[in-house]
């Protein structure tokens, strides 16, 4: 017996001897990644008994603990067990999902909204439902890996555009007219990893003048902006110029899933098409009741948003002042760019051992060059919390 594992060893250690050098070849150029485990979650934290200030939680509106959210999710739980069992189309679906995706629509100010397992999920799921192989997707040359995958996935020819500019779509458009296919443009309200927010009316009106489809992912931005935090396309009045608004439960929401705002008759068409919503189970009931939770607490305490916005303001202001560099950040996203990888790195170890978490994020994740400290600021952080982190990452970043 045992003479059979090491042999097999033998043979699985030389199958798998390609591994190594790509993994040191991440390290040479401080590539390499690895998942830490975290003993909490929050924008404030205990870790081995000190308090630590987490600038890398997306739990924004401070809600992954909330008493009432919690209490939805236990009641969900209580009443439908751990899991939805089955998938969507065969008997996954639960009046909670129904609920869920009701309220979603409502609050976004489409026809209709579709739950997907997450927002990855989301973006897989209905970017290749839009666009196929004789089609084309001009998509944001910043827009997130999900959506790019997507873009692989339908087949269709992707242009890319400059970073939120709408001259440049505006030229990728003439540049590619329509004949009989159809053209998708994709890009993001907050970006993910710069903080910038898109000039959705411009891009809309060019949608519309080309007569071609808009998708935007509302990842960042759903829970954080607008009327009852229903994101920047409502805050914008353009739900009839967009084709679908896509949005997460793992951000602001500070859960799990994803999910899609759209007409009624699209809805139809992801039902019957979108392969990460039909052959995947359905999200968990737990999950769905926290998502309501999470509705009940948006619409009873409407200005969190707006609050979580004020208090990025003043965060950024301080450390702009000190001449960092938080590019277009005007968001509760603030990145600090580094530039080379190790320096990021380095400096984001320092300010660990202070008692801060600021995340180090290298390419691929963000273009070669501007490798940066992301920062997330969320309503765990109060501005005493806020100006004792900027004072340490000041420091830290002009050492
Ligand atoms: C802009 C954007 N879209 C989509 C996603 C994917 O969402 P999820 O983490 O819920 O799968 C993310 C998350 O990182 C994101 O930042």
New binding site residues.
């Given amino acids: 017996m045992l003479h059979r594992f090491a042999d097999s060893d033998k043979v699985l250690s030389m199958r798998e001897n390609w591994i190594r050098p790509l993994l040191n070849e991440a390290r040479a150029q401080g590539l390499e990644r690895t998942a830490h485990a975290y003993p909490e979650t929050g924008g404030k934290i205990k870790i081995d008994g000190q308090e630590v200030l987490n600038f890398a939680s997306?739990d924004y509106l401070d809600l992954a603990h909330h008493c009432h959210v919690m209490d939805c999710a236990r009641k969900a739980l209580d009443q439908y067990g751990i899991g939805s069992t089955a998938s969507r189309l065969v008997t996954g679906t639960l009046p909670i999902h129904e609920e869920l995706e009701e309220r979603l629509a409502k609050e976004k100010g489409f026809e209709a909204a579709l739950v997907f397992g997450?927002?990855?999920?989301?973006?897989v799921g209905t970017i290749p439902a839009l666009a196929g192989r004789n089609d084309i997707i001009f998509a944001d040359k910043l827009?997130?890996a999900?959506?790019i995958d997507a873009c692989k996935l339908s087949g269709a020819k992707l242009v890319r555009f400059a970073h939120n500019d709408p001259t440049a779509l505006k030229k990728r458009l003439e540049q590619f007219p329509a004949t009989n296919n159809r053209r998708l443009i994709i890009t993001?309200s907050i970006?993910?990893m710069d903080g910038d927010i898109a000039p959705l009316t411009e891009i809309a009106a060019l949608a519309a003048q080309h007569g071609a489809m808009l998708m935007i992912?509302e990842?960042?931005a759903s829970g954080t902006f607008g009327p009852h935090g229903s994101g920047l396309i409502r805050e914008h009045e353009l739900e009839n110029s967009v084709t679908v608004s896509?949005g997460?439960?793992?951000?602001a929401f500070a859960g799990?899933?994803?999910f899609i705002a759209c007409s009624e008759i699209l809805r139809n068409l992801l039902i019957n098409s979108a392969r990460a919503f039909i052959y995947a189970t359905a999200p968990p009931p737990s999950v769905i009741g926290a998502a309501l939770g999470i509705m009940d607490v948006l619409e009873s305490s409407p200005r969190l948003g707006v609050i979580l916005q004020a208090n990025a303001d003043s965060f950024r202001s301080l450390l702009h002042t000190a001449g960092l560099d938080t590019l277009q950040s005007q968001s509760q996203i603030i990145p600090i760019m580094i530039g080379d990888n190790e320096k990021a790195v380095a400096i984001s170890n320092k300010l660990r051992e202070q008692g801060i978490i600021a995340a180090a994020i290298r390419p691929p994740t963000v273009p070669i060059g501007s490798a940066r400290l992301r920062l997330s600021v969320t309503l765990a952080h109060h501005i005493d919390d806020l100006e004792y982190a900027a004072k340490l990452i000041i420091a830290a970043v002009k050492k």
């Fill in positions: 997306n997450s927002g990855y999920m989301a973006n827009v997130h999900s959506m993001e970006f993910s992912d990842a960042h896509m997460t439960m793992s951000k799990y899933g994803g």
